[in-house]
């Protein structure tokens, strides 16, 4: 369990296509650590869990902020990952390089920048495939690694959040957000600040949890049936600290906002260690085919 001293924050509209949240569907509460399969046995803070009825998002109400935003990310790199994390794999990043090379015509020397850089991995990947890299990153543990064990260059990576981070208008060809977009407090201010750094016809790629996975369903199915009502999604006070679970709905409603179209996008699912497996060849097409994987990805052009 966490010890983070929360502020809570009420969502009056929905954070991706504005809609008034009064009446958005309740899903059920999501506690501020691990649920297992007995949620109530066990005690703590807990937040509720709501779907936009618009392009529904999922989002805890109200949305906990922690009194430090290191109280979530700033620890050491070691201490949840192995030596063997710092090693950089041959094909790391390279089927989202070959997508965004395809959509922009690529050339070399293009503008990159990796938001949340982590350890700097990405931002290796996209020099070693021809583009002139930049990112930052929130975390001190992260950024001083990426500088002293990953060889990042201090001109190229800022310490930082997005909300105070400053690039010139224009600068770049293609953004990424990684698996950075559902912890951010405010996705679609942040994804519009972005915007205005990249030119138009630029690629912005970012991978978020899905809102439609099947697996969550089955849970809070399970759940409900035990006589609880809990339910899986998000982890908003508790690792992974995920605040969002998007919709390809909430990037449609969004871009008629923010100016920006869905290029490509697709589903996929994560290894499932639950699941028994003669039946995981039947979960893996299922989800293939109705479009419900764990994790959402998309590449959107600036128009």
Known sequence: MTHSTYTFYYIDRCEMCGENTAAHQVLGSRLNQSQGISPKLKTGISVSVLKCKNCKLIYSQPLPIPASIQDHYNMPPESY????????????????????KDLLSFTT?????????????????????????????PSIHFYDRAISKMGISKDKLQLGMIENVIYPNNKFDFITYGAVFEHLYHPAESLEKSLVWLRSGGIIHIEVPSSKHLIAKLINFYYKIRGTTYVTNLSPMHAPFHLYEFDLKSFEKLG????????????????????????????????KVTNTGMQLTVYLRKL
């Open 81 to 100: 990952w192995t030596e063997e994390y710092f090693k950089m794999e041959e094909n790391y990043f390279s089927n989202e390089i070959r997508i965004v």
């Open 109 to 137: 020397g293009m503008n990159s920048l990796d938001i949340g850089a982590g350890l700097g991995k990405c931002m290796l990947a996209l020099e070693n495939a021809g583009f002139n890299p930049f990112g930052f990153e």
């Open 256 to 287: 008629v906002k923010l100016n920006f179209k869905i290029e490509k996008y697709h589903y996929h699912f994560c290894e499932m260690s639950f699941i028994p497996k003669i039946l995981k060849p039947f979960f893996y097409y299922f989800m």
